[in-house]
């Protein structure tokens, strides 16, 4: 279970929990890993480093290393045992040399370990071992690999942050593993404690024996740990009664709706601005509806938008015991009660309701029920379900929204609701408040089509003596025509959208502003401005209705705004997927040609269609001449409007044979120096020559200028081209 320790996330796991999941992330048979170490010393650095603390957040798997961090996990109620990163990497290395898969290992360039040293030690220790090792500096992108698992080993935080930076270099990576002191143990040069040590939690002296330098680390880790997280518990008991708590709390039915990203967002947008908690809790009580695999995939999006959790998940279906220890005192104090209509009986009574032109609705009949009968029925065996009680002697139930105001519905609509299912389990509404009590939630952040049930859970937290939360309810997202959104009008799940290219960080400012606007004076904030602006009484009630033309829009700023070193990532990936390059060592080649293709070129290519790309996946197509050299377009093509065919070809053949002779520089800028002096020397216009020359390089009548296609052309693939367009004419 993920909790914290001195505000820095932590996995409170047994042993078998942690094996279970390597085991199976690595066989392939679940998600992706992202898998990081947390003990004192990474505990004590995540509070001083807010990059390593994004890191930790993010990641899936966070190895309960160190014996001081199980202990304060102990501490603090939670079952945990001490799994080391040194015991997880000779786990996978073991389970990737059984599976034959490919193994990536970075190193810190200029390190004491050597590539080929490290290669040769994990080969011995595990035969058969397909490992590449790469030194690699911690600033720097290793570029795509078919890796299944990668391995970083530069010290916290850089291994941490270059794991999370470039995920996108491992497309094929099944567990990516950050590990620190490990390597010194499988290359030899350390031994590890004495079994004895490890038991009694003493291996931090025999590193001290051992290496005398660590004096000042283990300093840390012994003394200054555990009087951080005694001071930090402290100061967070008296700061718990007023700190800001709120959760999302999805059910796992299917990929997460952009609704559900907003209000994901919104949640911890208001929790990250009042320095609060925000809890994620996973409502499977309907267990007709679950999708398999959706819980996951749900945890899976939600860090692929950067919205990490700082306590859960909390899964309903693994506290039923709970549930039933509150059901019992409502019915022992007239607040719920035991209901035994068949199926049949309810069906007829809707019917009769609806016959009538009454609202549908349970009538109570069971109420009647003297304990003796109701005990008689239920040691019967009876089925039955768990009703809520409504009080029937007051005029309505009144709420106060955040975004609404005050709120009031009549009593006589209100229904007695069922809490607990015949097959045990709670339903929404029951689970929905007892969770939300037993996670201190302060506010309920959620979509409008909630506020019917609400006034049930009014009741429910009167029947139990609690006091609600603030509740606050999101509006509507509509489409243009102001119906409410939905699959029926296109794609609206998250998933949907980062397939199709569109970044995390531009969904999160646009889905932000779907009600609500920090400013009104803008339209792209960073994830920070967002946390800084966000006020929910601000939030307009009125349905907000969704432009994905917007979304385009705002996707291509943030696709300008990149650097190109990510930009050539994430081209680099969509033109393999197109075939259009394949990895060859470190960089590309071009399987058509057989020319080779660096990062640097890339940043180029993206470079070209910057301005106006607004998706990455649409690059293939647009740089398609890149690859290859135009065929199918019309000649005509090739005459400027105030030239003729005729001139265009005189004007192509000398072109070609000028760069065919050319031997200066090959950028843009010399490119378009050299040409355009050319032209001034055989008098020529501009247009009649820069234009032909385009069409000639790209086969298209719109495309980026001759020189910057020039540039990323080889001269004699220019001169080729050249001369077969002015073959055409």
């Given amino acids: 279970m993920r909790t914290s320790v001195a505000g820095v996330p932590a996995d409170a796991l047994r042993r078998s929990e942690v094996e279970q999941r390597l085991r199976t992330a690595v066989a392939g048979q679940g998600k992706p890993l992202l898998v990081l170490n947390t003990n004192p010393e990474i505990v004590l650095q995540a509070r001083a480093d807010q990059g390593l603390l994004a890191a930790l957040n993010t990641a899936d798997l966070l190895l309960p290393d160190g014996t001081g961090l199980v202990w304060s996990l102990r501490a603090a109620g939670q079952s945990a045992e001490r799994y080391t990163g040194a015991e997880a990497l000779e786990l996978l290395l073991a389970e990737a040399a059984r599976l034959k898969l490919r193994v990536f290992v970075a190193l810190r360039r200029g390190g004491l370990t050597q590539p080929i040293e490290f290669s040769d030690a994990l080969r011995r220790r595990h035969p058969g071992l397909h490992v590449d090792c790469l030194s690699v500096s911690p600033d720097a992108s290793p570029g795509p690999t078919d890796a299944e698992l990668v391995i970083a080993n530069f010290g916290a935080p850089e291994q941490e942050l270059w794991l999370t930076r470039h995920a996108a270099a491992f497309p094929k990576a099944r567990v990516r593993i950050a590990v620190g002191g490990a390597f010194e143990y499988l290359t030899g040069r350390l031994s590890r404690a004495p079994r004895l040590l490890q038991q009694l939690g003493l291996e931090w002296l025999w590193r001290l024996l051992l290496q005398p330098s660590r004096l000042w680390r283990i300093v840390r880790a012994v003394i200054i740990f555990p009087f951080t997280v005694v001071v930090s518990s402290m100061f ?23 609704g559900s990203l907003r209000t994901a967002l919104y949640n911890v947008l208001y929790a990250r601005h009042h320095k609060g908690v925000f809890a994620l809790r996973i409502e499977d009580t309907d267990r007709a509806r679950l999708v398999p695999g959706a819980t996951e995939k749900l945890q899976e999006t939600l860090r692929a ?55 549908p609705m349970y009538d109570g009949r069971c109420r009647s029920l003297t304990e003796t009968e109701a005990r008689a029925r239920l040691d019967a065996g009876t089925p039955h379900v768990i009703r809520l009680a409504v009080p029937r002697d007051r005029a309505d139930v009144a709420f106060t929204d955040a975004i609404r105001g005050e709120i009031r519905t009549p009593i006589g609509s209100v229904d007695d609701a069922v809490l607990i299912k015949s097959d045990g389990f709670p339903t929404y509404h029951f689970a929905n408040v007892v969770d939300d009590h037993d996670m201190r939630i302060t506010h309920v952040i959620r979509a409008e089509e909630w506020i019917s049930s609400t006034p049930k859970h009014v009741l429910l937290y009167e029947a139990f003596g609690w006091t609600p939360p603030t509740f606050a309810h999101l509006p509507l997202l509509l489409n243009s025509d102001r119906s409410k959104l939905s699959k029926r009008q296109g794609d609206v799940a998250v998933e949907d959208y980062l397939a199709k290219g569109y970044l995390p960080e531009a969904l999160i400012n646009f889905v932000a502003l779907l ?99 607004v998706r990455m996946p649409e690059l293939p197509e647009r740089v398609k001449f890149l690859f290859a050299a135009p065929t199918d377009f019309d000649a005509k093509l090739l005459v400027w409007k105030k030239s003729d065919a005729t001139r265009a070809k005189q004007v192509l053949t000398e072109l070609g044979e000028w760069f065919a002779g050319y031997g200066g520089g090959w950028t843009p800028v010399d490119l378009e120096t050299a040409v355009k002096a050319w032209i001034v020397a055989k008098g020529y216009q501009n247009g009649e020559v820069l234009w032909p020359l385009r069409v000639a390089l790209t086969g298209q009548a719109a495309s980026p200028g001759p020189f910057e296609i020039s540039a990323l052309l080889e001269k004699d693939d220019v001169v080729r081209r050249i001369k077969t367009a002015s073959a055409r004419l």
């Fill in 305 to 359: 938008m950067g919205l990490a959790w700082d306590e859960g998940p909390v899964i309903q279906s693994e506290r039923l015991d709970l549930y039933t220890s509150y059901i019992r005192p409502l019915i022992d104090n007239k607040k719920a009660y035991p209901c035994f209509c068949t199926a049949e009986e309810l069906d007829a009574m809707r019917t009769a309701q609806t016959a009538r032109k009454q609202a």
């Fill in 515 to 613: 009600g609500w606007n920090p400013s009104g004076k803008q339209e792209i904030y960073t994830f920070e401005e967002l946390v800084a602006g966000f006020d929910l009484s601000k939030v307009n009630p009125s349905g907000a209705i969704v432009n994905f033309e917007k979304l385009d829009w705002v996707n291509a700023q943030y696709l300008k705004r990149l650097p190109d070193a990510r930009l050539a990532e994430m081209a680099a990936l969509e033109l393999e997927k197109a075939g259009m390059i394949a990895k060859q060592g470190s960089g590309w080649v071009m399987p058509a040609s057989g020319r080779v293709v660096t990062a640097a070129w890339l940043a180029g290519v993206v470079t070209l269609e910057k301005e106006r790309l």
């Fill in 236 to 258: 967070s008991s008296k700061k718990t009664s007023n700190t800001v708590r709120v959760r999302f709390a999805p059910s796992p039915t299917g990929y997460m709706h952009i």
